[in-house]
Nanobody, 115 residues
Framework: QVQLVESGGGLVQDGGSLRLSCTVS????????IGWYRQVPGKQRELVAS???????NYADSVKGRFTISRDNAKNTVYLQMNSLRPEDTAVYYC?????????WGQGTQVTVSS
C-alpha cells in the first residue's frame, strides 16, 4: 500500500513563505505524476499544482507565480515552495497522484496564513 506523508506546514504571516514536502513510500515516484491539493472545511479538495513524470508543471490560477512544485525522484519526494502567502491559502495541504486513481490520502499538513 502506497503511503503518503506530508510535512512542512505551519503558521506564517501574510506575505511569508513555506516549503511543503511529500514523501511517497512503497512505490517508485518517478513513474507517477503528482499533485498538491488543498482543502478547507466545507469545501471540496482542489488541485493547486501538479508535476508530470517528465517534470513539467501546472498550477491553479490562484497560485500561479507564487507556488513552485518540484520533485526529487531519488528521494521519492515532491516539494511545494509557497511564496507570497495569503490568508486565502489557509488550508490542509495534501499530495497524491496528479491524474486521478488516487492512492489513500495522507493526513496532510496544515498551512495557516495570518493577516
Amino acid at each position: 500500500q502506497v503511503q503518503l506523508v506530508e510535512s512542512g506546514g505551519g503558521l506564517v504571516q501574510d506575505g511569508g513563505s513555506l516549503r511543503l514536502s511529500c514523501t511517497v513510500s512503497r512505490i517508485a515516484l518517478r513513474f507517477n505524476a503528482i499533485g498538491w491539493y488543498r482543502q478547507v472545511p466545507g469545501k471540496q479538495r482542489e488541485l493547486v499544482a501538479s508535476i508530470s513524470v517528465s517534470g513539467s508543471s501546472n498550477y491553479a490560477d490562484s497560485v500561479k507565480g507564487r507556488f513552485t512544485i518540484s520533485r526529487d525522484n531519488a528521494k521519492n519526494t515532491v516539494y511545494l515552495q509557497m511564496n507570497s502567502l495569503r490568508p486565502e491559502d489557509t488550508a490542509v495541504y495534501y499530495c497524491n497522484r496528479g491524474t486521478g486513481a488516487y492512492w489513500d490520502w495522507g493526513q496532510g499538513t496544515q498551512v495557516t496564513v495570518s493577516s
